[in-house]
């Protein structure tokens, strides 16, 4: 049987991978080319887009507990099939693309002479290709949100790591009993470990933020919070999706749904691009005088925002989870707009270039000098050649992971039939 996909929601995500990977343009070292520039990146806090792929983990996630019947006890072998259907759904991708990314970085290293490879003598550069190549296997493991982690070739895949870490912890609470879980542990979850969040910087960024236990021991990284905090928060967003999904809605009533919808998705975009670059600005600010005021008369706690576009990382989760019910209950007005093909296959490239980018933002300045073209290619063009070279590769890497998938499932069934036969 094939699986309906939600169209708009894989327009979504297409959308926010290219938020991902126009962000991580600042990763390319520009100051290797002009030191003294002062290089203004576009969407300066567009991480925060992976927040849409975490609710979305966790709607997916509840919606495969409530379907699929062999969730519905707890066992070894119940534990162990989702969380090799949830691995596999990503995995053979995520290898194929830090293969890649390992393979283009030493070359460009080694080439263009970069450290670790600028030592003389054939043995060093291959000791350090070996030791390079170590890393690269226990990044294959994706244990690194677990607590061991080195130096990295795929930083952007510390999502996944989380992801996986926080399935595996709750899937055996999940499956002890659904509804409790639903209704009360994962609010609970989700409300307190945002609290945390918000307390401990105001800010759900700098995943790799290792958090101490009673002020001594680092006992796990900011980013396993906020997946765990956000992946329950889209169980309740399935839960609060099936009582819409009940609902009858008039034609304005479906019209406004598509407001809300569209809002909370266009306020994240904004934010991420240019709300969260306009240090104090008058909104924020002047939202945030009352608190101040009373925290002087009243309160030993800081009620201020210092910065005040952190808070504001909060509000657009609660509106993007807004978004996300309306999207996946497909009671809005433009839910029918996203049902062609086209968008399903969007997001299933949207992934390629999220795990490709570090390809191009950690080689394109060394390649650039070698080629003697740096100082005359302005920042704006190498950030453009940067998305174009990312997005182009991972559709070509795309097209060629499909076919060999494609080819490997005729050989499968030819095997089938023989055997049959």
């Known amino acids: 049987m094939v699986k309906k996909r939600n169209g708009a929601i894989d ?51 509840a919606k495969s507990m409530n379907k699929n019947p062999a969730n519905s006890s707890l066992s070894w072998k119940g534990t162990w099939t989702f969380m090799k259907g949830k691995l596999m759904s990503f995995y053979p991708a995520y290898l194929i693309c830090l293969v890649l990314t390992f ?67 709750l899937y055996p609470v999940y499956a002890k009993n659904k509804r409790r879980f639903e209704h009360y542990i994962a609010p609970i979850i989700a409300v307190a470990l945002l609290g945390f969040l918000f307390l401990h910087g105001s800010s759900l960024l700098n995943p790799s933020k290792r958090y101490e236990l009673f002020y001594k021991y680092e006992f796990t990284y900011k980013g ?23 609902l009858d809605f008039s034609k304005l009533g479906r019209v406004l749904l598509a407001v809300i919808e569209l809002f909370g998705y266009g306020f994240a975009i904004a934010y991420m691009s240019f709300i969260a670059a306009m240090n104090y600005n008058m909104f924020w600010y002047k ?5 101040a005021k009373l925290n002087e008369e009243f309160s030993p706690v800081d ?39 086209i968008f399903v296959i969007l997001g299933q490239y949207s992934l390629y270039p999220y795990l490709l980018y570090s390809i191009f933002s950690s080689t394109i300045p060394y390649w650039l000098i070698k080629w003697n073209i740096a100082e005359q290619t302005p920042t704006g063009t190498i950030i453009l050649w940067y998305c174009i070279l990312t997005f182009v590769t991972a559709a070509i890497v795309m097209a060629l992971h499909m076919l060999v998938r494609s080819l490997l499932k005729k050989r499968k069934a030819k095997k089938l039939a023989a055997k049959e036969g």
């Open 103 to 169: 393979i283009a970085v030493n070359v460009t290293q080694y080439v263009c002479h970069v450290a670790p490879y600028v030592k003389s003598g054939t043995a060093e550069n291959v000791k350090t290709l070996g030791i390079n190549f170590g890393r690269m296997i226990y990044e294959a493991t994706l244990l690194r949100n677990f607590g061991v982690d080195f130096e990295r070739y795929l930083d952007q895949a510390w999502y996944l790591s989380a992801m996986l870490l926080v399935l595996l912890l």
């Open 224 to 246: 396993n919070v906020r997946a765990m905090a956000e992946i329950c928060l889209g169980v309740v967003c399935y839960r609060v999706c099936e009582w819409l999904k009940k």
């Open 303 to 341: 009620l201020a925002f210092p910065r005040e576009f952190n808070a504001a990382q909060f509000f657009m989760l609660a509106l993007l989870a807004v978004s996300v019910v309306i999207t996946f209950s497909e009671k809005s007005v433009i839910s029918g707009l996203f049902r062609h093909r």
């Open 287 to 291: 939202l945030s005088q009352p608190f």
């Open 11 to 61: 327009f979504w995500r297409f959308v926010f991978a290219v938020i991902l990977v126009i962000h991580h343009s600042h990763m390319i070292e520009i100051n290797l080319i002009r030191p003294e520039e002062e290089t203004i990146f576009p969407f300066q806090v567009g991480s925060l887009a992976v927040e849409f792929f975490l609710l979305t983990s966790g709607f997916l996630f």
